[in-house]
């Protein structure tokens, strides 16, 4: 018996030990336990915490509303206009195919739509937002919204849609706006967060582009607090957003339509210079576009349709488009001449028809020849060998200087994108870009605004403005921002002699006005406003010696891509002149048939401020001239109508 | 009585009613006030068993195991599923898992097995197979519900009390070799016509190794778990504050994830000073369980209290994102009648084994 109760003890003791093993073992397993909650409730608190607001807090971005663009009268040109919309996202929607189906019970929905949206989200990382529709109406839209609940992952939205009330006449100028892409992101340097978010619209084209800095406005924010389920629980705090400012533009609306209707059957372009502000009251592009279409989203066959036209009607000619000026460029010779003491006004030049340098002939527009011309006579007739013959004696550095002084070959500071700069030869230029000599002949086509020679209608409307002030024009479109109007710099005067510039003022005066003008079927017989300037004719193919024997083709007989381009440039009145004009019409013709009678009803409605009354128009023009005014009138009236 | 236990346990259950007051949002009826009422009942239940005499008990070991076999067997046929597999009855409103009482019900036949067997056999072969038989076949039939976790622990339940009750530690030492092996061969068999367990359960184990792979899926629970912990830093966001449970990111923030609560809302002071509860609640039961002269009390007391640690420590092992989850409540705190009313029993059995210590038999 003793024996055993000893070991029994024993056994007891044992047990004890094991019990005691056990226990010990489970309490390290605790301690292993808190050492994985120091871990993460101490040691990687912060990120946890940083996730639990996360969930917590659901972030809106509130866009702001853009800009409004106005014109110079206060007409407004772009407007935001609600529109009801609806997304999906489908980390939140679990299952969208299902979602759809709900929704198409509510609204109209297409099956073709559905599937669209579907392979979006597909293809979308699963937080994104997916566009369902857009522009429903404000029924479907409750709709949508009472029936949220058993909507998971749709976000009913009001957004705000930019919207062109001048759809075509301002396209070029207004331009429009998209989604902002990876490109748009590459060009801009600025780091703006509102650039982050998808589908954010900023300008692409135009002065929605130009200023879209201002435009644009500065985001809100808005935080909530939200449960697992994504609803609200209440708002914690609201940065509203702020709206982009208002700009006012240059542009006269009422202008601008009527030039738009003038050129509309051409491929062309009206600058028209304010003269007192060097404000830019018309910038006419034909053809041209609808910017609505951009917004709203067109299809590709539209949109290949609008790229690959002839025509090319997404391009803004009159900052992008580069021709010859042709002899609108002649009265800077003319002054580089006077300037420089090498030619006196009166001292008479022979136009024979051409003119001959080194076996090569250089040919008169007239072929006949003008006779003994003097400077005014040579600008008024656009005798071309008086103005080889000038260009020759004051030679092309004198040129070059004189024309930068007018602003050819000039950077112009506007706010759209595409101006361009033309392009002014010099021997330099040559030099470096073709490795070849300035010789002569250069020279010879420069005199007439012709050869490697390029200007853009607005750089031609510039050297008018500036020719008919003596002063240093420079153009603006914007009138004002947010109410303010911008300060205009004050313009420097011309370092040119009163004298020439009343020269050549004189000889543009008789280019209109008298009988051997060139533009003389476009004068104005309004005294008040009277109107002088130059035609261009700018040939761009060269006429063989051949073809000169049997008589030059008409413009009517060719080709239209190898006939003349039509310039006039201009302004009125003569007396205290107000606006100063540019007209490039492509593959026109003659500048004074074609481009001055443009230049003259655009003028004058500008300073009539109305389609201009026929007893400006000389007698024996009245018929046909009302013809084409009625038929813009109409038009113009119509689309009213049309508007309600 | 072991009254510093009754009162730890009040402690408890009083700090889980406070919990579910908060997961509830401040709504007392939802699941606080039922919860109350299963406690107060499982409460006295605890005291009625308690005051019961242990010869009693040992008496019906047995039976208890047997009963737990039958229903084991029962719900693999009739059972109703739940989380994917087949492990609950349902007896009118009165659902419970067999599991729960097979656990006990194998403690008790143990404890009564050694009590009975000569000491110098412990460690003799055919003595060592007839305990492993009785651990084997409640495992073998939890496996197939499928419920993995709950077989495994009911094999390592019944283990311990092999290992307490004195086996040759070479008998561990060689199980614990096995053990890799076995898990290699589950791992093996995946894909195969034999497949030791099913998909479901594979998928556990996947979103274990992985939470963040499904975040919205299966990992989303362990994920935004993991979240409202750390994000309760070490003082917590304080009571009815914690923006994980308040704003519904926890699945199953009332039953088997409330600890993430209690250590979003009062931080590591709150989960760990609940975990030292628990660990006060072990410590007393290896205590009486060393200073018990009867050796049935004392095993049972040792192998119920291990029941009771691996409820906890699975529970908060899983919620902390080490372990698979494999649906354990928190002892005590967790809503929930059947798992309350089991563990509250097992408290029953401990106070009277402690009641009936020096109660020596021989």
Not at chain 1, 265 to 293: K, M, R, W, Y
Not at chain 1, 398 to 413: A, Q, Y
Not at chain 2, 233 to 240: A, N, Q, T
Request: aromatic letters at 10%; charged letters at 20%; a positive charge.
């Amino acid at each position: 018996m003793e024996r055993i109760s000893f070991r029994k003890d024993l056994l007891n003791k044992k047990l004890g030990r094991r019990a005691f093993v056990l226990g010990a073992t489970q309490l390290v397993l605790v301690g292993f336990l808190i050492r994985r909650m120091r871990e993460l409730q101490l040691q990687e608190s912060e990120k946890y915490q940083l996730l639990a607001e996360e969930n917590r807090i659901d972030i809106r971005i509130l866009p702001p509303k853009r800009g409004i663009i106005f014109d110079g009268d206060g007409r407004p040109l772009a407007k935001n206009r609600e529109n009801y919309r609806l997304r999906i996202i489908k980390e939140k929607a679990k299952d969208p195919s299902e979602v759809l189906k709900n929704i198409s019970s509510l609204i109209l929905l297409r099956d073709e739509r559905k599937a669209e949206i579907l392979s979006e989200i597909e293809r979308k990382k699963s937080y994104i937002p997916v566009t369902v529709i857009e522009n429903i109406s404000w029924n479907d839209f409750v709709q949508i919204t009472v029936n949220l609940p058993s909507l998971p992952g749709i976000l009913p939205e009001v957004v705000f849609k930019r919207f062109y009330l001048e759809d075509n006449f301002l396209a070029h100028v207004i331009g429009y706006v998209g989604s902002i892409s990876e490109s748009d992101l590459k060009t801009i340097s600025t780091i703006d967060p509102i650039l982050q978010i998808p589908d954010f619209q900023i300008g692409k084209v135009g002065v929605e582009k130009g200023l879209d800095s201002f435009l644009r406005g500065t985001v809100g924010l808005i935080r909530h607090e939200v449960n697992a389920s994504g609803r609200v629980i209440r708002k914690l705090h609201e940065d509203p957003s702020s709206s982009g400012r208002d700009i006012h533009l240059t542009i006269n609306s009422l202008l601008q339509e009527f030039a738009m209707y003038r050129i509309e059957e051409f491929s062309a372009s009206v600058v028209v210079i304010d003269l007192e502000t060097g404000g830019i009251p018309c910038l006419a592009s034909s053809p041209s576009f609808d910017p609505n279409q951009f917004v709203e989203g067109m299809s590709q066959k539209d949109w290949d349709s609008l790229r690959n036209s002839e025509n090319q009607p997404l391009a803004n000619r009159a900052i992008s488009g580069n021709y010859p000026p042709g002899s609108t460029f002649k009265m800077l010779v003319a002054i580089a001449a006077i300037e420089a003491g090498l030619v006196d006004p009166g001292e008479l030049v022979n136009c024979s028809g051409f003119y001959e340098i080194s076996d090569r002939k250089f040919h008169c527009w007239k072929s006949s020849g003008h006779g003994d011309k003097n400077l005014v006579e040579g600008i008024q007739e656009s005798c071309d060998v008086y103005f080889y013959t000038l260009a020759l004696r004051v030679g092309i550095d004198r040129i070059v200087e004189t024309s930068k002084k007018f602003g050819i070959g000039m950077d112009v500071s506007l706010p759209l994108p595409g101006v361009s700069k033309g392009l002014l030869p010099s021997k330099s230029w040559l030099k470096s870009n073709y490795k070849k000599q300035w010789v002569k002949g250069h020279t010879i086509n420069s005199g007439i605004g012709q050869g490697f020679l390029l200007s853009t209608p607005l750089q031609i409307a510039i050297m008018i403005a500036r020719l008919a002030t003596g002063l240093e024009v420079k153009p603006n479109l914007v009138k004002a921002i947010d109410g303010k109007p911008v300060k205009n710099q004050s313009k420097r005067i011309i370092g040119i002699k009163k004298t020439t510039f009343s020269i050549i003022q004189k000889a543009m005066f008789n280019v209109v006005n008298e009988k051997t003008g060139t533009a003389y079927k476009s004068r104005v017989v309004d005294k008040s406003k009277i109107l002088a300037g130059k035609t261009g004719t700018s040939q761009i193919r060269k006429i063989s010696e051949e073809e000169r024997v049997k008589g030059i083709k008409k413009n009517e007989e060719l080709p239209r891509g190898q006939r003349d381009h039509a310039l006039f440039a201009g302004y009125a009145p003569f007396v205290n002149p107000k606006y100063a004009i540019s007209v490039v019409v492509e593959h026109g013709g003659g500048g004074s048939k074609v481009a001055a009678p443009i230049a003259r009803d655009v003028l004058l409605f500008a300073l009539s401020g109305a389609i201009p009354a026929l007893n400006a128009y000389p007698i024996d023009q009245r018929n046909e001239v009302r013809l084409t005014l009625d038929k813009i009138r109409e038009k113009i009236a119509l689309k009213k109508t049309r508007r309600g | 009585m072991h009254w510093p236990l009754v009162i730890l346990v009040l402690v408890i259950a009083a700090f889980g009613f406070l919990m579910l007051y908060s997961v509830a949002e401040g709504d007392f009826e939802k699941w606080a006030r039922p919860q109350i009422e299963r406690f107060v009942i499982g409460f006295a239940f605890m005291l009625i068993i308690g005051f019961i005499h242990i010869d009693f008990w040992r008496v019906c070991s047995p039976f208890v195991y047997f009963i737990g076999i039958f229903l084991l067997i029962f719900v693999l046929f009739f059972g109703d599923y739940g989380g994917g597999a087949r492990r609950w009855l349902e007896f009118g409103s009165f659902r419970f898992q067999p599991s729960e009482v097979i656990k006990v019900g194998l403690v008790m036949f143990l404890a009564i097995y050694y009590d009975w067997l000569q000491p110098e056999k412990v460690s003799k072969i055919f003595w060592v197979f007839i305990p492993a038989m009785i651990i084997l076949l409640p495992t073998a039939l939890v496996i197939p519900q499928p419920d993995l976790g709950t077989g495994t622990l009911i094999a390592i339940t019944g283990l311990t009390i092999m290992f307490v009750a004195g086996g040759h530690y070479l008998y561990f030492l060689g199980g614990l070799l096995l053990l890799p092996g076995l898990l290699g061969l589950i791992f093996y068999s995946r894909g195969t016509s034999w497949q030791l367990v099913t998909d479901y359960q594979f998928g556990r184990i996947d979103t274990f190794l992985n939470p963040t792979h499904d975040p919205l899926g299966e990992g989303y629970q362990i994920t935004q778990s993991k979240i409202a912990l750390g994000s309760g830093g070490l003082e917590g966001k304080g009571f009815m504050q914690g923006s994980q449970s308040q704003l519904d990111f926890l699945p199953q923030k009332h039953t088997d994830f409330i600890f993430t609560t209690i250590a979003e809302e009062f931080g590591f002071f709150g989960g760990v000073g609940l975990l030292l509860m628990y660990s006060v609640i072990i410590i007393f039961c290896v205590v009486s369980a060393i200073t018990n002269k009867n050796k049935f009390g004392s095993l049972l007391t040792i192998g119920l209290a291990t029941v009771f640690f691996t409820y906890f420590f699975i529970n908060i092992a899983a919620v902390t994102g080490m372990a698979p989850v494999t649906g354990v409540p928190l002892p005590l705190i967790s809503y929930g009648g059947s798992a309350m009313l089991v563990v509250l029993g097992t408290f029953g059995l401990i106070q009277s084994a402690h009641i009936h210590r020096l109660l020596k038999r021989d």
